[in-house]
């Protein structure tokens, strides 16, 4: 009964996850128009959407408008017409820096309109010409030519009134010519950066799931495991690839889908072992717990703007939480079950933290890996040197690779601090520098409660907000 009650689950997760991958959008009523220009409006027509050059990639575009809601968030709810000549109504998630890059390219837009409907002036043809030149590349998206123009505008008539209006354009050029994802640039509506990512995970999971169902279901035939095998990765991939071909998934949503999987047959599996479950309930606690953190996570990141970096640190800060849980337990002296409780606890622990804490974080995945690898570098070097001095005394073998990976993590977030600079990376909020939110890693040493005259060295993040 209770392995009924298992796969019941296991295929309601499925279902769940198969109904809220695609992209249609029920609107909410806490969703509310939203509109890019008071010229513009919020409803965009297919005239509107050609002298705008925005949309570029929908075919057989009928109308759009703009929703948001308090977060900030935003979504792109519009029509079009299918090549069968059906009206078809769908939507899309819209990053806040998406929405603030479009906002101003429409500016620039309407400052190019503007400023064709006034005469030439005679004194100053040549550079006026060039400044509306460089406005209509800017409205066509064509950013690197409008960069140059204007550029080379403020080099040849300085202090002109020609210039000084290109200068305060001229900000807003360049942040839009160093972009590679907006709403007028082709790849701009749809970001699927981490679609391989997914698959390739779901291509592991499905390898998981293929043995873990017969040994749930007890199974001792060959042929059922064979089949297993056979058709778990296959059938993975291919409902995967189903249900994320038209899908919204960035790198940071997709590593927060792959983490709720990872994190999810983590928990299930180490619950289940101390819990004294058998084989079987082991095993299933683990398959069901990786779909519903699969589940868990497709639903929340639909609504919640997760970046590259963002869903890098939660990624990784699983399996750091269950390293440091474990050394936690070991100089504390816990034993059997409780080191193993400490390891989870502590993989849940930081995965929260850094889903709180990290949510503004400007950084690339790279930097986060060559972090990541300092700090193995860090406990490997601990380890190295417990050997070196013959230390005999497992805590202070376990306190040592501790603190070496802290110092790792601190040394690698230290020598990278450049890695990123003049990338192109978003941010989950159109105004990073007013969040109050900061973590920071922290290393101290306690008394034992035990032995007051020994100190334990411990290693941790405090969180400020």
């Not at 297993?228 to 189903?242: E, N, V």
């Not at 070196?388 to 993590?409: E, P, Y």
Request: aromatic residues 8%; glycine residues 12%.
């Amino acid at each position: 009964m209770a392995f009924r009650m298992f796969f019941r689950l296991a295929l309601a997760v499925i279902a769940t996850i198969a109904t809220s991958s695609g992209s249609v959008y029920a609107q909410g009523t806490d969703w509310a128009p939203a509109a890019l220009s008071d010229s513009l409006g919020s409803e965009i027509n297919a005239t509107q959407r050609e002298a705008y050059h925005l949309f570029p990639d929908i075919k057989g575009f009928v109308s759009a408008r703009f929703l948001t809601k308090p977060g900030p968030a935003y979504r792109l709810e519009y029509s079009y017409q299918s090549p069968s000549g059906v009206t078809k109504t769908t939507s899309r998630r819209i990053t806040p820096a998406a929405w603030g890059l479009a906002r101003a390219h429409v500016a620039l837009v309407e400052t190019g309109l503007r400023r064709n409907a006034t005469p030439l002036p005679v004194d100053q043809s040549q550079s006026e010409m060039q400044y509306r030149l460089a406005l209509k590349f800017a409205a066509a998206g064509r950013y690197d030519v409008s960069h140059a123009l204007v550029s080379d505008l403020l080099s040849e008539y300085p202090g002109t009134p020609v210039a000084n209006d290109a200068a305060t354009v001229q900000a807003d050029i360049t942040r839009l010519s160093q972009t590679r994802r907006a709403l007028f640039l082709p790849g701009g509506l749809l970001d699927q950066s981490g679609r391989t990512d997914v698959l390739v995970f779901s291509g592991y999971y499905g390898v998981w799931a293929g043995i873990a169902i017969p040994v749930c279901l007890n199974s001792h035939s060959s042929e059922v495991y064979a089949l297993g095998l056979l058709t778990g990765a296959p059938g993975a991939l291919l409902l995967t690839s189903r249900l994320t071909r038209d899908a919204e998934l960035g790198r940071g949503r997709a590593s927060v889908i792959t983490l709720g999987g990872h994190l999810g047959t983590w928990q299930g599996l180490g619950w289940g072992g101390v819990s004294g479950w058998d084989e079987r309930g082991v095993v299933a606690a683990g398959l069901v717990g990786g779909l519903v953190g699969i589940t868990g996570a497709t639903l929340w990141t639909r609504d919640v703007y997760i970046t590259e970096g963002h869903g890098s640190l939660m990624s990784s800060s699983m399996n750091w939480g269950a390293w440091f849980g474990l050394t936690t337990a070991v100089v504390a002296g816990l034993e059997d079950d409780n080191v193993l409780r400490a390891a989870l606890i502590g993989s849940d622990v930081l995965v929260v933290t850094a889903g709180i804490a990290a949510r503004n974080v400007h950084m690339s995945r790279g930097r986060v890996r060559l972090i990541s690898l300092m700090g193995l570098v860090g406990t490997v070097a601990g380890f190295g040197l417990d050997a070196l001095v013959n230390v005999d005394d497992g805590k202070v073998v376990m306190a040592v690779a501790g603190l070496g990976s802290v110092t790792g993590l601190l040394l690698g977030a230290r020598i990278t601090r450049d890695y990123d600079a003049g990338k192109d990376l978003a941010s989950a909020s159109p105004n990073r520098s007013k969040t109050s939110w900061t973590l920071s890693p922290q290393l101290t040493l306690a008394a034992d409660p035990v032995s007051p005259s020994r100190f334990i060295p411990m290693a941790g993040f405090r969180l400020s907000f």
